[in-house]
C-alpha cells in the first residue's frame, strides 16, 4: 500500500502562484509514476502533470504546459506541483496520484493510489 497527502493548496488572485506537494509513504518505489490530476465542481478527474520517480521524465496537459512544472525530491519521498500564472480555470480540487505501471500515464486508470485532495481557488 502506499499513501499519499497532498498539502499547499489554498485561494490565490489570478496571475499568482502556488506550490502543492505530495508526500508519499508506505511501499514506496523508484519504479513508481506520480502524477497530478484534478476535478472542478461538476467536471471529470483531468490530468495535469506526471513524473517517473526514477529517471525525473515528466509529461504536461496541454492546458498547464509552460505554467506548471512537476518535480520530485526522492530523498524526501515527496512531489512537488509549482503552479505559476495562475487563472480562474484553474480552480479545482488537486489530487496526487501514484502507479507502478510504466511510462507516464495520464488517465485516472492509470493510477491505482489516490490523495484526499487539496482545493485550489484562483479569484478573478
Known amino acids: 500500500q502506499v499513501q499519499l497527502v497532498e498539502s499547499g493548496g489554498g485561494l490565490v488572485q489570478a496571475g499568482g502562484s502556488l506550490r502543492l506537494s505530495c508526500a508519499a509513504s508506505?511501499?514506496?518505489?523508484?519504479?513508481?509514476?506520480m502524477g497530478w490530476f484534478r476535478q472542478a465542481p461538476g467536471q471529470e478527474r483531468e490530468f495535469v502533470a506526471a513524473i517517473r520517480w526514477s529517471g525525473g521524465r515528466t509529461t504536461y496537459s496541454d492546458s498547464v504546459k509552460g505554467r506548471f512544472t512537476i518535480s520530485r525530491d526522492n530523498a524526501k519521498n515527496t512531489v512537488y506541483l509549482q503552479m505559476n500564472s495562475l487563472k480562474p480555470e484553474d480552480t479545482a480540487v488537486y489530487f496526487c496520484?501514484?502507479?507502478?505501471?510504466?511510462?507516464?500515464?495520464?488517465?485516472?486508470?492509470?493510477?491505482?493510489?489516490w490523495g484526499q485532495g487539496t482545493q485550489v481557488t484562483v479569484s478573478s
Open positions: 496520484a501514484a502507479d507502478r505501471r510504466v511510462g507516464l500515464p495520464y488517465t485516472v486508470g492509470g493510477y491505482s493510489y
Open positions: 508506505g511501499r514506496t518505489s523508484s519504479k513508481y509514476v
